[in-house]
């Protein structure tokens, strides 16, 4: 009698509680939220493609569940932006989806995400300098206590290089050509198709943003003008085939941040986030047969390999000749030479997940003033900053060797986070380097018993620098200027300096010329 007493007592005690309870009864908005921001800036995308996701935080700091009446886009159903609130996306399958919700419900003291994307067609919007500003807004509640968090996105056009599709698919097609030399095209795994006439001179009126490889065929000459900017999408790039140029026509630039001037090759990711993200295109793919290719003015950045140069290593001409250009954050390979020849002056090449040079199957390479440098993280790569051999594994018992004829670096920074930051790797019986008034990171005793040991000359010792610091400005984040502290100051030969007279700043070399790529500055503080 009393356990039933008590059940009975007990019940109604929960009863009367849950009849107290106010929780889950939500009374209408009262204008009264609070927001992590009051406009949301989307980071400049191009026309047509698809944007990051940003997010907006929403707040209800009272103590009362509330409801939202509506959460929708000012411009509505038109609107070029897209909405997620915490998790849903509205009406699906109508024209509402993204753009309209209704009664969103937000318990007290708590808050909810708003996630926001989009994509931007510029053909109704006003140009100014070939950019779009384009806004809306989120309206919360759209009654008398209406509120607002403000979107803006600014929007570039730019000239697209697609491949052509697979028939009716969305597959692209692949580049065929004539891979070796055979005079039959065939078929590769590159996406991609080649340049029109129309479409060989690449000008700085609007970036060029590029899906697969853009192809230069037979004959052909591409010209990047001074101030040209290229966008590459992921597994995309350019490819020079046989018997065609590519020619990249910067000139110096007035401003140091802006380089106006200089060419500009990245991935067409604008976020500030994607800035230094290595491996988010492919790379310039010197193929073998190309000629008489140049590169002058240039950053290439952020590539799976940003220059591959193959072949042609006997050709009366220079492959590649570079000059007055950076290669930085590579996820493989900065510069890549496979049995081939390349002149270099004034380059930078850093912050690569393998050698930031890499001259393999012999060849011939001649560098001054160059600073080869890698400050990647030393944990996760298996290569050092500059590399060299004279050969390929052709199957798992053969290997091939091909002369080095020559490798010669003049008045150059070979530097990096590792020791040694250089490999010679000998296999055949031509193996020609030379080392002349550098500073190099390298110590031969931790190379003995390997195929790199094999400094027992004076007179390599005699003419370098060893393991002197390089007082690099922030090596980390591609800033390779030296400091007045710099093991490089002065050891470099007038001999070369008046090959190379101005750095790649354009300042004057003195009569006791840094080594690499920069003549050293006082850093501000």
């Not at 009272?62 to 159903?77: A, F, M, W």
């Not at 891979?179 to 060029?208: H, M, Q, S």
């Not at 290719?293 to 950045?301: E, F, G, Q, R």
Request: glycine letters at 8%; a negative charge.
């Amino acid at each position: 009698m009393k356990r039933l007493l008590y059940f009975f007592i007990c019940f109604g005690l929960l009863i009367f509680w849950s009849s107290c309870r106010n929780d889950f009864e939500f009374s209408p908005s009262t204008g009264n939220l609070e927001f992590a921001r009051d406009t949301v800036y989307l980071d400049t995308v191009f026309n047509n493609i698809g944007s990051s996701t940003y997010n907006l935080k929403v707040y209800n700091r009272s103590d009362n569940d509330i409801v939202i009446p509506t959460i929708q886009l000012e411009r509505g159903t038109a609107s070029f932006y897209r909405l997620n609130v915490d998790g849903g996306t509205g009406e699906e399958n109508t024209p509402q989806e993204g753009k309209f919700f209704e009664n969103v419900e937000l318990l007290a003291n708590d808050s909810l995400f708003i996630f926001i994307e989009t994509t931007i067609d510029i053909a109704t919007l006003p140009s100014l300098n070939n950019e779009f500003l384009y806004t809306d807004r989120i309206l919360f509640d759209g009654g008398s206590y209406q509120q607002d968090v403000d979107l803006v996105t600014l929007v570039r056009d730019a000239v697209f290089i697609y491949p052509d599709f697979q028939g009716n698919s969305t597959t692209f097609e692949n580049l065929s050509f004539d891979v070796d030399g055979d005079g039959i095209a065939d078929e590769t795994p590159l996406p991609g198709r080649f340049l029109t006439d129309a479409e060989l001179t690449f000008t700085n009126e609007k970036p060029y943003v590029v899906y697969g490889y853009a192809a230069v065929d037979e004959g052909k000459i591409l010209t990047m003008e001074a101030g040209t900017r290229v966008h590459f999408h992921a597994d995309s790039g350019i490819l020079v085939t046989n018997n065609a140029t590519l020619n990249i026509n910067g000139t110096a630039s007035t401003d140091p941040e802006l380089l106006e001037n200089e060419v500009i090759l990245e991935g067409d990711r604008l976020e500030p986030i994607f800035s230094d993200v290595p491996g988010q295109w492919g790379t310039v793919y010197l193929f073998n047969g190309s000629v008489n290719n140049t590169i002058n003015h240039a950053t290439i950045k952020n590539a799976t390999i940003g220059v591959l140069a193959e072949g042609n290593d006997d050709a009366p001409t220079d492959k590649l000749i570079i000059t007055n250009s950076q290669i930085y954050n590579t996820s493989s390979f900065g510069l890549l030479g496979s049995a081939t020849s390349i002149t270099a002056e004034n380059v930078v090449i850093n912050n690569s997940g393998q050698s930031s040079f890499a001259g393999t199957v012999g060849g011939k390479y001649n560098f001054t003033h160059c600073t080869i440098a890698n400050y990647w993280n030393n944990s996760f790569r298996q290569f050092p900053a500059l590399l060299l051999n004279d050969f390929a594994q052709i199957d798992e018992s053969t290997i091939g060797t091909n002369p080095l004829v020559e490798a010669n670096f003049n008045n150059c920074i070979i530097y990096g986070n590792d020791n040694p930051e250089f490999i010679l790797d000998q296999q055949g019986d031509t193996f020609n380097f030379k080392f002349t008034n550098c500073l190099l990171r390298f110590d031969n005793s931790n190379l003995e018993g390997t195929t790199n040991y094999v400094f027992t000359d004076d007179t390599f010792y005699d003419s370098n620098i060893f393991n002197e610091d390089p007082d690099f400005e922030a090596p980390f984040d591609n800033l390779m200027r030296i400091g007045e502290d710099s093991g490089a100051n002065g050891i470099g030969s007038t001999l070369f300096s008046m090959q190379v007279p101005f750095d790649l700043l354009n300042a004057s070399r003195a009569a006791s010329p840094d080594a690499g790529a920069y003549e050293s500055v006082v850093f501000e503080d």
